[in-house]
């Protein structure tokens, strides 16, 4: 027999619903007694069944019962909402009519479901029907246990397909705002203190799910904590709805990082665990990262498509912006700052949120980008506390030591001759090219009206700002931690070395507690460093920076007026443009910082980015002074191309990639401006004004040298060094000046340092004797012996280079070095190492296992030699060889005779530049006769005739107009070199400003012939070369290098020349 239609609806309601009609219906069925009653009475005579049109007072019925088993009302209502889908699906579609009847009341049951889900949840409608006392506490946050669903728990089951979405509609208008705000509230609470390893997953989709709906997208924007009314950054991350997700985070802070610890479980017992399995842990914790940052990238891209959420969004990223400003600081209050986690996670997002406008060829998209938002910005003060790139004479002041007046004049003379040479430069260029002009300085930067911005404009200028305090600060928080960790291990290896000295005496058990603390801190600082590493070198967080760098570089290109259709017209044009001027200066310093981090520990990652712009950027702006006025940024930019060549890579470090290789040998620009623009900053450096500027320098120099060392040997680049050196000679002269200048300095402090630490390491050697000293004392001499290595460790480094760049290029490069202001300064350069390496004292020099320390004096011996070779062959007028005979200091000929035995001996060099070696040493003893039989001759000189520096007989004399007095025209023009100062009164003077006394040059040229003439002794001077050497001289301009005190104390003369 068939089943009646009715029958058959009912009994799919029954299931549906879990109620019936019929008193003897078996659990989970529930009886409706009321409503079966009432139906009875309406139909005294008929069996009832449920149908479409008694829906609602079924469910009416069923609700006022209120709890009748394990399920709250509002956990049966989602079950019947679940229920009626299955039991739709179930219809046989044979029975068309039927099916048909079955889907129209299951639709009608869903629109009732959802209704009177809304009367459950509604505050405004408490009491309607009864519910357990929890269940009406917690009223709307019911809907939250369904959206967090956890399989793995036992929280109520997830919301039906659908059902979200229509409860939304059908309250849009009925108070669903104070349905979902504790809703919204709850999900956000739920993944506080959770950590990546955590159950943040359900949250993070229900948080999506309702930023996919424009209409609940609305309500999060509007929701009170979206965008909460905070104190400061840390109060605004815990209290903002989108703060607990954004934190979750590998990355250090001063409190927890969440539960379950990633220190604990993935990186704890470091010692004993595998390198595969950390890397495993780190690559699961990167995965949840991704999932999580996905899923915010997600949330913020909905609610800016949302209508009317676009300006909510962006003020929540400027008020995240500005509560954070501290961030930025050296030192930040981390108590009153966002977390690493935070701005980490942060940076990540609005990576994504640019990416699809990285592409810089697309001029349509860098085109909406105006520079004029950093001025002009509706949301962020950029120039607030912040240094722009081209920095006033105020501005630079953030970098000058205010306390030292001395180096805020050499700061200024410095940039004086900057100015001067960039402009000489610039005029140069527009002399023989078409070079555009400077663009004029505009009242307002902007193209269009103020405060206007498109919106890819705002999102650019709103990530500069979320790297700057984020991704760039945890970067320096991470560089930071390794460099603590290095000093520790220093610390730590140091321990190690003297363990024999300290067992069995009395202080063991304190050296043994000491090393356990070490050894503990070292066990943190490793974990710190593996937790900030899982972020920084994650490939998802890498690729999307570089190519925002990319984007950036390309930008400040275009700014400065680089355009699609050639290339660029260098030097720039002067002024500099007000549109780059008045841009942060963390805009550029962020791109190096990142470019740092990025070269040293995931350098392949450049591999698979378009460098070109960000190649072009670092070389352009290297030769821009005056458009990037902070020395310390440019010499960024060299260390930065220092770590993309494929030279002097430690074992065990990834090379640089290919193509990063190629942009050195193939790029236009680079192969033109690179050379031209390191040795100009090797230049500028000299003085910076900071406090830490002698030693600064050295660190800046040698990565410009060994950047230039490998350049050299690029004939491109080769080229343009020999053509810099023949085409500017002024510029040249002061560069070669400071090359000497640094290489005396750093060869005679570490020279003068070896003996000591010999001394030192002997008195540690006698064990017993050791072991006899006070404690303290050993710790004293312990700590002077450490540093004395690491200071001439890093002396010898930076000397080497130095060395060796002088022996390269003299190969090719040498009429500079014979002039007659520099030829006296190579020639006591070279004689006084000479005479460490082959003289009386290289005895001193011997140390156990010297190369530690980076001494080879095999191959100091070699390059110093070389010099005197390929500066006596480059010198046809006999003017060097001269001058190392004159040089009374140092010079020695049985130290010669010593050092062309010792290079034949251990085969240093070819036996052919041995003896081209000993014919040199040949014709300076010569010189150093003839020298000696003039000295005879001339007697007591007249002390109008002494130059008042060197107390030698002055040749060409020339008056200092600054204080009237009278000096030998290469000693000034050596010390002007180095400083544009009157020695005598400190007053500003330069070469163009020394006035020939051409009346006591003819009386000292008189005396000369009476002298000669009158002991009958006659000498050629290799007149007329040498003459045309100081003709050449004349046209000199100022330079740097150095001056001699009293022409006794070499050093001296490579630090400056005092008052």
């Not at 299951?106 to 269940?135: C, D, H, R, T, W």
């Not at 954070?324 to 996670?345: E, I, P, V, Y």
């Not at 002041?397 to 900057?418: F, G, Y």
């Not at 390929?870 to 190392?884: K, S």
Request: charged share 25%; proline share 6%; glycine share 4%.
């Amino acid at each position: 027999m068939v089943e009646p239609s009715s029958a058959k609806l009912d009994a799919i309601l029954s299931r549906t619903f879990r109620a019936s009609l019929d008193s003897t219906a078996q659990a989970p069925l529930v009886f409706l007694s009321s409503l079966s009653q009432e139906l009875q009475a309406e139909r005294p005579n008929e069996k009832c069944y449920m149908d479409k049109d008694m829906l609602e007072r079924m469910m009416f019925a069923r609700l006022s019962m209120g709890q009748v088993d394990e399920e709250t009302p509002f956990q049966y209502i989602i079950g019947c909402y679940r229920r009626s889908f299955e039991e739709s699906r179930k219809v046989s579609s044979r029975d068309k009519e039927f099916a048909q009847l079955v889907s129209e009341t299951m639709i009608l049951a869903q629109e009732l479901i959802v209704s009177y889900s809304g009367l459950l949840l509604n505050p405004a409608m408490e009491g309607m029907f009864p519910q357990p006392p929890e269940a009406q506490r917690r009223g709307p946050t019911q809907l939250a246990d369904h959206l967090l669903f956890d399989p793995n728990s036992s929280s109520p089951e997830p919301l039906p397909p659908g059902f979200l979405e229509q409860f939304v509609v059908r309250f849009q208008d009925e108070g669903l705002d104070d349905m979902m705000n504790p809703v919204i509230t709850q999900i956000s609470l739920a993944v506080r203190n959770v950590s990546p390893l955590g159950n943040f997953h359900r949250p993070l989709n229900a948080l999506c799910q309702l930023c996919a709906s424009p209409v609940t997208a609305v309500l999060v924007a509007n929701h009170p904590k979206f965008m909460p009314n905070a104190m400061n950054g840390r109060s605004f991350e815990s209290e903002s709805l989108f703060g607990p997700f954004l934190k979750i985070s590998t990355a250090p802070d001063i409190f927890s990082t969440g539960l379950p610890s990633v220190l604990e479980q993935c990186f704890s017992n470091l010692q004993t665990r595998r390198q595969v399995e950390i890397n495993a842990s780190i690559s699961a914790l990167r995965t949840n990262l991704g999932t999580l940052q996905s899923g915010l990238h997600q949330c913020f891209h909905s609610l800016l498509k949302a209508p009317g959420c676009r300006e909510k969004v962006l003020a929540f990223i400027a008020a995240a912006l500005k509560l954070n400003m501290g961030r930025s600081k050296m030192q930040a209050d981390m108590l009153r700052n966002g977390t690493h986690g935070f701005f980490s996670n942060f940076s990540v997002i609005m990576l994504k949120l640019c990416s699809p406008f990285f592409d810089p060829t697309k001029a349509d998209r860098i085109g909406r980008i105006d520079v004029a938002y950093a001025t002009e910005s509706p949301r962020i003060d950029f120039l607030a506390d912040e240094t722009k790139v081209a920095a006033s004479s105020e501005e630079a002041a953030s970098w000058v030591d205010k306390r030292n007046t001395d180096r805020q004049d050499n700061l200024r003379d410095m940039q004086a001759l900057i100015s001067q040479r960039e402009h000489a430069r610039a005029c140069s260029s527009a002399t023989a090219s078409t070079a555009p002009e400077a663009p004029a300085s505009p009242m307002s930067l902007s193209d269009g009206k103020p405060g206007e911005f498109h919106f890819i404009c705002e999102c650019f200028f709103l990530t500069a700002a979320t790297l700057h305090i984020g991704l760039i600060k945890v970067v320096s928080e991470c560089m930071n931690n390794i460099k603590e960790m290095q000093r520790q291990q220093r610390s730590h290896a140091e321990l190690e070395r003297v363990r024999e000295v300290y067992m069995g005496g009395p202080g063991a058990a304190e050296y043994e507690q000491r090393l356990q603390e070490l050894k503990d801190v070292l066990a943190k600082a490793n974990q710190e460093r593996l937790s900030y590493e899982t972020v920084l070198q994650d490939p998802q967080l890498i690729g999307p920076a570089l190519g925002y760098t990319r984007l950036t570089a390309a930008l400040l290109l275009k700014t400065v007026g680089k355009s699609a259709a050639g290339p660029m017209t260098l030097p720039l044009p002067l002024p500099c443009p007000i549109r780059f001027a008045m841009l942060p200066e963390f805009l550029v310093e962020d791109i190096t910082e990142l470019l740092l981090y990025v070269s040293r520990f995931s350098i392949k990652e450049l591999g698979t980015q378009v460098m070109d712009e960000i190649m072009e950027f670092l070389v352009v702006f290297t030769g821009s002074p005056m458009y990037i006025k902070n020395p310390y940024l440019r010499s960024k930019f060299v260390e930065v191309l220092r770590m993309w060549i494929p030279a002097g890579v430690p074992q065990g470090v990834q090379p640089p990639p290919e193509n990063l290789v190629r942009l050195f040998e193939t790029n236009a620009l680079t192969l033109e401006h690179l050379v031209p623009h390191l040795l100009a900053l090797y230049v500028d450096i000299e003085f910076t004004g900071s406090h830490t500027q002698f030693y600064d320098k050295f660190n800046i120099r040698y990565h410009i040298g060994e950047l230039l060392e490998y350049l050299w040997n690029i004939p491109a680049h080769q080229q343009s060094w020999k053509k810099l050196a023949e085409k500017d000679p002024t510029f040249y002269i002061r560069f070669i000046n400071m090359l000497i200048n640094d290489a005396i300095f750093l060869l005679d402090e570490s020279l003068n340092k070896l003996p000591e630490i010999k001394e030192l390491e002997a008195q540690m050697e006698d064990t017993a004797a050791w072991a006899l000293q006070p404690q303290a004392v050993r710790q004293e001499r312990e700590a002077t012996l450490n540093q004395s290595r690491r200071v001439v460790q890093s002396d010898l480094t930076l000397a080497n280079v130095h060395v060796r760049m002088m022996q390269y290029t003299t190969t090719k490069i040498t009429a500079t070095f014979l002039l007659p202001e520099m030829v006296e300064r190579i020639a006591g350069m070279l004689d006084y190492f000479m005479m460490f390496l082959a003289g009386p004292e290289r005895k001193k020099l011997r140390i156990k296992d010297p190369e530690r320390l980076g001494f080879k004096p095999k191959e100091l011996l070699t390059q110093i030699t070389d010099i005197y070779l390929h500066l006596t062959q480059g010198d046809p007028a006999g003017v060097f060889h001269e001058a190392v005979a004159r040089d009374a200091r140092s010079y020695r000929d049985q130290v010669f005779v010593a050092a062309a035995e010792v290079l034949r001996t251990l085969g240093l060099q070819p036996e052919a530049n041995v003896r081209a070696f000993e014919a040199f040493s040949e014709k300076v003893r010569g010189a150093a006769a003839a020298d000696q039989e003039e000295e005879e001759v001339f007697g007591e000189i007249p002390e109008d005739f002494l130059d008042a520096i060197q107390c030698t007989l002055m040749r060409d004399p020339v008056i200092l107009p600054t204080s009237g007095q009278t000096l030998d025209r290469a000693t000034i023009q050596r010390h002007l070199l180095s400083e544009q100062r009157d020695p005598f009164n400190r007053a500003m003077l330069t070469v163009e400003m020394l006035k020939p006394d051409t009346e006591l040059k003819a009386k000292i040229e008189a005396w000369i012939h009476e002298q000669k003439t009158s002991q009958g002794v006659k000498r050629t001077h290799s007149g007329e070369a040498t003459d045309m050497i100081r003709e050449f001289s004349l046209r000199q301009a100022e330079g740097v290098s150095l001056q001699a005190a009293g022409g006794v104390n070499l050093r001296s003369e490579g630090v400056g020349l005092q008052p």
